[in-house]
């Protein structure tokens, strides 16, 4: 084990052996193995936006098994799904690459101000298919966002207890903050000290814009001069809310978009200290030999020292 990866493990001392194998079972895996950084391949799009919106644009990701592939022959850190997704290549791929389930999910049939996540997998249903983690989402901002708290401390409990690492998306969205605080860079960092507050070993977020939504943290903001002018010091400072970097947060790669553009967030992500992305639909919606291509240049992004 590398250096790195054991300074990691040390920052979660509260967890026992078995959660620590699989968070670095994650670290170690793939092509980043080893270099405290991660590139993880999400893919319950298809729950959440919909089959023909997600893999209509590249037809062979309707089936599960593309996706369990592309991960492994990329070098993925991990790959995470919804049940169904991982139930349908758990056995074939067993032992190719380390599974994060995630428990809850949310569909786009309603248009909703304050949505809520459905759960639909359980941590027993991480266990019976081997995987090293479960995954959460919680939506900061919305009315139900309580309930979506006591749910992922419930269900982290469990997983830990059962020696399971705990993956948190947290995504602001809802009434409480409207479409223009779901990017303000006060409320990612708030989002991402919310996930590590709830027991997130990895946090994912969106990366944030330079606009500040709430008037109290604008205050601060000005009068302690944080830097949040370019993209890297937006990421630098998520980082920062985040235990002072001690825990892992990982950015999504969000809507497809050209290369140049997503290419130079990652690079950001890199100079900014942060530990990763989590790339879907930049990856599963272009043809295969494109995503393998456009993951390995992101890898290859990570694993260079940069600015």
């Not at 990691?8 to 670290?27: E, V």
């Amino acid at each position: 084990m590398t250096e790195r990866v054991k300074e990691i493990l040390s920052w979660y001392g509260g967890d026992n052996p078995g959660t620590l194998s699989n968070l670095a079972r994650m670290l170690n895996h793939g092509k980043l193995g080893g270099t405290g950084r991660m590139v993880i391949l999400p893919v319950d799009q298809g729950f959440e936006h919909g089959p023909a919106r997600s893999f209509g644009p590249n037809p062979p990701a309707y089936n599960p098994s593309y996706h369990f592939q592309l991960a492994i022959d990329a070098g993925c850190s991990a790959y995470a799904a919804p049940l169904g997704f991982i139930e349908a290549g758990a056995r074939d791929f067993a032992g190719d690459i380390p599974l994060i389930l995630k428990l809850n999910d949310h569909d786009v049939l309603n248009d909703e101000m304050d949505p809520d996540q459905a759960l639909t997998g359980s941590v027993q249903d991480a266990l019976r298919l081997g995987c090293s983690a479960i995954g959460f989402t919680i939506y900061p901002g919305s009315a139900h966002r309580l309930e979506m708290y006591g749910e992922i401390r419930a269900r982290a409990e469990e997983a830990k207890r059962n020696g399971l690492a705990v993956v948190i998306w947290s995504y602001p969205r809802g009434s409480g903050i409207g479409k223009e605080g779901e990017t303000a860079v006060d409320v990612i960092g708030y989002a991402a000290h919310i996930a590590a507050q709830l027991g997130a070993h990895i946090i994912k977020v969106k990366l944030p814009g330079s606009n500040i939504l709430q008037a109290a943290a604008k205050k601060v903001y000005e009068t302690t001069a944080i830097p949040i002018e370019t993209p890297t010091q937006r990421v630098r400072h998520i980082v920062q809310c985040a235990f002072g970097g001690k825990r892992i947060v990982i950015f999504s790669g969000g809507a497809l978009e050209s290369e140049e553009a997503l290419l130079a967030e990652v690079t950001a992500i890199r100079d900014g200290g942060g530990f990763g992305s989590i790339i879907g639909r930049n990856s599963f919606q272009r043809p295969k030999n494109d995503a393998l291509r456009l993951l390995n240049t992101i890898m290859d992004i990570y694993a260079s020292r940069g600015a």
